[in-house]
């Protein structure tokens, strides 16, 4: 997926909001990635940070399909189109955030109350908490810290009175990070 049509579907598709929560995609997806700025995350995981719930807005549905009953995959969908554009390090933290949820409610029991309405409904779609087989894999695998770190900012991102100062100043934002991102994750070529 090429930046160019990441920012369209953000354009297109960014004012969906949360089921709930009183913030929209963009918004959503703005804070995720300053609050990974802020915490002295890597350019690839702020991108991811941003980045983790496009899949939302490339399933096509509209509003918050958890409300009936749909698990729409995101994880899966954005980490797919992510992977050849900017690597593995901003696709995985993606594919993983969900497993990080399902993680930190089973092994954290008091995380699921700081879930919002949203995450809760859709934990019981993602397959609930892991057992403990499953959140023995997951924390031995090699993006498990980056996914949890994720997993952090995408709770705490989610306030409605916290907005970038407009829909294009956040999109050029974004598209200045996928730019960095992408240089980074480019192979390098002899001379």
Same mark, same amino acid.
């Given at each position: 997926?090429?930046?160019?049509?990441i920012?369209a579907l953000?354009r297109?598709?960014?004012?969906?909001?949360?089921?709930?929560?009183?913030?929209?995609?963009?918004?959503?997806?703005?804070?995720?990635?300053?609050?990974?700025?802020?915490?002295g995350?890597?350019?690839?995981?702020q991108?991811?940070?941003w980045?983790h719930?496009?899949?939302h807005?490339?399933?096509?549905?509209?509003?918050?399909?958890?409300?009936r009953?749909? =698990?729409?995959a995101?994880?899966? !969908?954005a980490?797919?189109a992510?992977?050849l554009?900017?690597g593995? $390090?901003? /696709?995985? %933290?993606?594919?993983?955030?969900?497993?990080?949820?399902?993680?930190?409610?089973?092994?954290?029991?008091?995380?699921?109350?700081?879930?919002?309405?949203?995450?809760?409904?859709?934990?019981?779609?993602q397959?609930?908490p892991?057992?403990?087989?499953?959140?023995?894999?997951?924390?031995?695998?090699r993006f498990a810290?980056?996914?949890?770190?994720?997993?952090?900012?995408?709770e705490?991102?989610?306030?409605?009175?916290?907005?970038? =100062?407009?829909?294009?100043?956040a !999109?050029?934002?974004?598209?200045?990070?996928?730019?960095?991102?992408? $240089?980074? /994750?480019a %192979?390098?070529?002899?001379?």
């Amino acid at each position: 997926m090429s930046p160019e049509t990441i920012l369209a579907l953000f354009r297109e598709r960014g004012a969906l909001a949360y089921e709930g929560e009183g913030i929209t995609q963009l918004q959503h997806a703005f804070q995720c990635g300053h609050l990974a700025a802020a915490a002295g995350a890597t350019p690839a995981l702020q991108l991811a940070a941003w980045l983790h719930d496009v899949g939302h807005l490339m399933s096509g549905l509209d509003g918050s399909p958890t409300t009936r009953g749909i =698990d729409d995959a995101h994880e899966h !969908l954005a980490a797919r189109a992510l992977r050849l554009t900017f690597g593995d $390090a901003v /696709a995985e %933290p993606v594919a993983l955030h969900v497993q990080a949820k399902r993680y930190l409610v089973a092994t954290h029991p008091p995380y699921q109350a700081q879930l919002s309405p949203d995450s809760r409904r859709s934990l019981a779609l993602q397959g609930g908490p892991m057992d403990g087989d499953e959140a023995l894999a997951f924390r031995g695998g090699r993006f498990a810290e980056d996914a949890l770190r994720l997993r952090a900012w995408d709770e705490r991102g989610k306030r409605p009175d916290w907005k970038p =100062d407009s829909d294009d100043a956040a !999109l050029a934002e974004l598209a200045e990070l996928m730019s960095r991102v992408q $240089a980074q /994750a480019a %192979p390098l070529t002899q001379p």
